[in-house]
């Protein structure tokens, strides 16, 4: 400071006067600037679209409002699951595989008993051609359901064969299909199964789900929420697998409705699941029924009714000892997880307007604080007047980037203060800055005579 020049003491202690009681003349009368003000802060900082502040004024009730949430539960009804083996059917049929006739029987019973949708596992391995009246009578049984899928078993092999008929109008279309698919398990040329290659082959819906010497569809993942492979690759073409087959037909949907993306997720009739890059998903509220051979041969339902409006069954029988009872149990638990539908519960809450409530900053403002920035105003208004124009220019500037970091720092701790109020005693600072300046003659010098 140079000699000669001064600050009247009673300008300064007027403008000091006047920024504090700015701030107590104001902090209680613009509640609604500063809800507007605080609200746009936060959401340049993180709100949702959805979420507004309101201010928690002490003495003063919250608005509250109702709010209707959506709860989504995923309801997977039981899929039976009818196993033939040695045991099941020595008192029922003759022998093991069962031939045409012998399998036509079984699901005339199980149309019967109420079973809407069936799938008939591979290995279904017919010893050599049924006649035509045996191929007739099965595929007249399938017509009794509303939806019934046969599986095809395959393997890969150095020579491919052509897509056999059955498959070619069931891939998923190639630009819904998104990912890399070589951990898909895949398969170029299908086992003879006595019906596949006959005239009444196409009566018949097929999917593939059996591939010789391939891990992914006849042993279970170690992992116990994994499903079945829902995908296979058969001559470069995504294919649903028996479990997915059925289940779209079982929702009324095709092949056509699915949308793939490998390694992420799985989208058909409105549901989202998510997808490994071998094309299986979670199992994680299915859940599966056995249905006893003898009861369906012997006329019983209940089995049958308890498995829902649209019962599903699974059929499965062991061809050369690969067939295993926990490979049946997979593909029910599968097709039970896709065959689940969503039901959505709507329940009522109250909660405050807006589901953002600030509360007041007073009760955090200690005095130590309240002391420092009462310091802080007076050693700026003290010291920043006789520095240059620009620096004290910067320093307006820099006070009100550091109100609107605090003004941030409270709204994101759920904190409010008077914002009009401070930008009020803000612009009285900036003021005095401006119009407070050293002049010679100061207050404490002595006039001449």
């Known amino acids: 400071m140079s000699n000669g020049r001064s600050i009247s003491i009673k300008a300064w202690l007027v403008w000091l006067l006047l920024i504090v009681g700015s701030w107590f003349a104001t902090k209680d009368l613009f509640t609604g600037a500063d809800t507007a003000m605080l609200d746009a802060i936060g959401h340049l900082h993180g709100w949702n679209k959805q979420e507004h502040a309101q201010l928690h004024i002490p003495g003063k009730d919250l608005q509250m409002e109702t709010v209707l949430n959506e709860k989504r539960i995923l309801i997977c009804p039981p899929v039976g699951k009818v196993e033939l083996n040695e045991s099941t059917t020595q008192n029922c049929f003759a022998a093991l595989p069962l031939q045409t006739q012998d399998m036509a029987v079984l699901l005339r019973y199980l149309s019967q008993a109420g079973v809407r949708s069936v799938g008939v596992s591979a290995p279904f391995v017919w010893q050599e051609e049924p006649g035509d009246m045996a191929r007739q009578m099965f595929c007249q049984a399938l017509q009794g359901f509303d939806s019934a899928v046969i599986g095809l078993r395959g393997r890969t092999a150095a020579q491919a064969d052509f897509t056999p008929v059955a498959l070619r109008n069931i891939s998923i279309p190639s630009d819904q299909v998104e990912g890399d698919p070589t951990g898909l398990p895949a398969a170029n040329k299908p086992y003879p199964n006595g019906l596949a290659a006959a005239p009444d082959a196409l009566k018949v819906t097929w999917a593939p789900d059996w591939l010789d010497d391939e891990p992914l569809t006849q042993k279970p993942s170690s992992l116990a929420e994994i499903s079945y492979p829902l995908l296979m690759r058969w001559n470069g073409e995504t294919i649903p697998t028996l479990p997915l087959r059925l289940a779209l037909m079982h929702l009324g949907l095709t092949p056509a409705d699915v949308g793939v993306r490998l390694g992420r997720d799985i989208r058909f009739g409105g549901r989202i699941l998510p997808l490994d890059e ?76 807006g589901g953002k409530v600030l509360e007041p900053a007073q009760a955090q403002i200690t005095p130590w604080i309240a002391i420092m920035t009462a310091a802080c105003i007076a050693f700026a208004l003290i010291v920043l007047p006789w520095l240059p124009g620009i620096l004290r220019f910067l320093a307006i500037l820099g006070s009100l980037a550091v109100l609107y970091w605090q003004a941030k720092v409270c709204v994101l701790n759920n904190v409010w203060f008077s914002l009009s109020a401070a930008l009020i005693c803000w612009a009285f600072w900036a003021l005095a800055l401006i119009l407070l300046r050293p002049r010679d003659n100061g207050y404490f010098r002595r006039k001449r005579r």
């Open 278 to 353: 071998h094309g299986r998903t979670r199992v994680t509220h299915a859940s599966t029924t056995d249905i006893p051979l003898a009861d369906i041969v012997g006329g019983s339902s209940e089995k049958v009714k308890a498995l829902g409006e649209k019962p599903c069954v699974i059929i499965s029988q062991p061809h050369e000892g690969k067939e295993s009872t926990a490979r049946l149990q997979l593909l029910s638990l599968t097709t039970s997880q896709l065959i689940g539908k969503e039901k959505i519960e709507y329940t009522k809450t109250s909660r405050p307007c």
